[in-house]
């Protein structure tokens, strides 16, 4: 057995004893309620809006707020830049690598090429003038760029109506989010055949009905579950977002990949959740169908104390599953520190 190996900040093997238990606290917040942003996190996110004052408006762990920039951003790119919550206005510091790199590229190109780039994409000659001819056949708007190459990523077809779509889904707030899957659940509950063929899974149209929104939510909410492209990372796309409870007042940020490694199949999940005691919450879980490799990322210590301790109880949930838990482990999301650097695990036996 080779088990999982790479998890930065140790993990729980299920042959060995156990894992010392650590103390923590938790601050309590009331439900509803979220903690701010810690200053000098590590913060990955979208840019819904750039204002004339130079403000951004951007989506972060499917929040919206205001920032300003060390560097010029575009609508539609995403980031990955430390929070610097010291002023009145939160300042993104972005790396000026990312400047440097476009600097190489032809002026004409910049655009395209921050936004392939903000996603780990690739800005190679070919790929730039693929999807430059595609931009300019779309009419070239600048805030078609993210969601263009959105779907270009999950190798979608790039046309007008699905960039139109999917740019609506990133931006929708938190309340239009709660709406539109509450009354999805509704319509799952209402006991109407939802399958026209027997044994064939429910499409778009069939589970929202008559309602065009819903319908419309569900195709969005489909093209960014769609697997990225091979040797893509799919944590930097823009993520569906997954409701945490029966009441739909919390979400996760979720993107799925799947990758051909040594004629293997390997699954992999990252998501992200804004908790509203623990905070910011990252991990990934990976699988190649017969064992599963668990890790949990946040940059506060308590939490990832909180987690260690509590590693042993989500073993034992994971053991219900009908796959192997190869590993189960918690690392540290740190400044300059990749928090998903575990990807490169192997979980067959």
């Known amino acids: 057995m080779t088990g999982v190996s790479g998890l930065p900040g140790g993990g729980i093997d299920p042959r060995s004893q156990g894992l010392e238990r650590l103390p923590t606290e938790q601050t309590p917040v009331s439900r509803g309620e979220q903690r701010p942003i810690p200053h000098g996190s590590v913060v990955e996110g979208i840019v819904l809006r750039a204002d004339e004052n130079g403000e951004y408006l951007v989506s972060v762990a499917g929040r919206q707020m205001r920032a300003l920039s060390n560097l010029p951003l575009l609508v539609g790119q995403r980031f990955r830049a430390l929070w610097d919550a010291s002023g009145d206005v939160p300042l993104l510091r972005l790396s000026e690598k990312d400047s440097a790199l476009l600097a190489r590229v032809p002026f004409q190109d910049r655009e395209l090429a921050a936004a392939l780039l903000s996603r780990g994409l690739p800005a190679s000659q070919d790929v730039l003038q693929g999807l430059r001819a595609v931009w300019l056949r779309l009419g070239g708007g600048a805030d078609m760029l993210g969601s263009l190459v959105e779907l270009w990523a999950r190798d979608l077809p790039l046309t007008f109506a699905n960039v139109q779509l999917v740019a609506w889904y990133a931006a929708l707030q938190e309340k239009q989010l709660a709406s539109l899957w509450k009354r999805l659940r509704e319509n799952l509950r209402s006991g109407e055949r939802l399958s026209s063929r027997e044994g064939e899974p429910p499409g778009a149209a069939a589970l929202a009905g008559d309602d065009e929104e819903l319908s419309r939510f569900l195709r969005a909410h489909g093209f960014l579950s769609k697997s990225a492209r091979q040797g893509i990372d799919p944590a930097l796309l823009t993520p569906a977002r ?108």
């Open 242 to 349: 997954w409701p945490l409870d029966e009441d739909v007042s919390a979400f996760a940020e979720v993107a799925a990949h799947l990758e051909e490694r040594e004629g293997r199949k390997i699954w992999r999940v990252a998501f992200e959740v804004e908790g509203v005691v623990l905070g910011l919450v990252g991990g990934e879980v990976t699988t190649d169908g017969n064992a599963l490799a668990v890790g949990l990322g946040t940059s506060d210590e308590e939490t990832a104390a909180l987690f260690r301790e509590r590693l042993p109880e989500l073993m034992g949930e994971l053991a219900t599953l009908p796959l192997r838990v190869a590993r189960v482990g918690v690392f540290p999301r740190k400044d300059g520190v990749d928090p998903m650097a575990y990807r490169g695990v192997d979980v067959q036996a």
